[in-house]
């Protein structure tokens, strides 16, 4: 499964880059809004520092405003890929945008039909939002099940990218279901690699080593 991270804060994606598992990024409009600078300068900065897949996210709600802005933005790196609502607009600006080869992230995603027109229109990810789907007492998860599914019996290359991941509980559920993709806050990648015996055991192996006779 591949591993991004769900921020536009170019300091917790240095971090997350350094320690060699990151695979993309993901940002929307309302991460955008939490940094300083311009957003086309934090984007290009993000591409700089990330090898793969950087999601930025089109705020024209008509096919060709999204078309429009989809291209503009695509120039700015080539691991661009533009984040287009899961709209009747939204469609036809991810068969316009991804005919001409740009990648495109369908957000908002929050039913399997939603996720298979998608696909259909040519969508690289398809992105269900789990932890909105919680928050009104649905089983977010159940529908990456369902999308997992659906797109094995159609042998449907769009990729699954969980998106709206609130706990590590999400990604270990996202892990074993086969999900493709994973997108997370920094706080649950960081939390991913603790555990509690993790850090009690080195404790006592440099408590230990102290005793050793190093001569
Ligand atoms: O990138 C979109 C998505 O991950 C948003 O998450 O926590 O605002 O529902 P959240």
């Avoid at 977010?140 to 509980?169: C, F, H, P, W």
Wanted: charged share 20%.
């Amino acid at each position: 499964m591949k591993i991004f991270i769900d921020t536009a804060n170019l300091e917790e994606i240095r971090q997350a880059v350094d320690m060699g598992i990151l695979d993309g990024v993901t940002t929307n409009p309302t991460l955008m809004s939490k940094e300083k600078g311009a957003f086309k300068d934090i984007l290009k900065e993000i591409c700089r520092l990330v090898p793969g897949s950087v999601s930025a996210e089109v705020v024209a709600v008509d096919a060709p405003g999204m078309i429009r802005e989809g291209r503009e933005l695509a120039k700015i790196a080539d691991n661009i890929t533009i984040k287009i609502p899961t709209i009747p607009e939204g469609l036809k600006a991810i068969r316009a945008l991804s005919a001409e080869g740009i990648w495109v992230n369908a957000t908002l995603i929050f039913n399997p039909m939603q996720g298979l027109l998608v696909a259909k229109a040519g969508a690289t990810y398809a992105s269900p939002f789990v932890g909105r789907l919680d928050d009104i007492c649905h089983v977010g998860m159940d529908l990456i099940e369902q999308l997992i599914t659906i797109y094995a019996n159609y042998d449907v290359k769009t990729q699954v990218l969980v998106a709206s991941v609130r706990s590590t509980q999400h990604v270990i559920e996202a892990a074993m279901m086969g999900a493709h993709v994973c997108t997370m806050p920094y706080k649950v990648l960081m939390q991913l690699m603790k555990h509690p015996l993790t850090d009690s055991g080195l404790k006592q192996f440099l408590a230990d080593w102290e005793k050793v006779n190093k001569g």
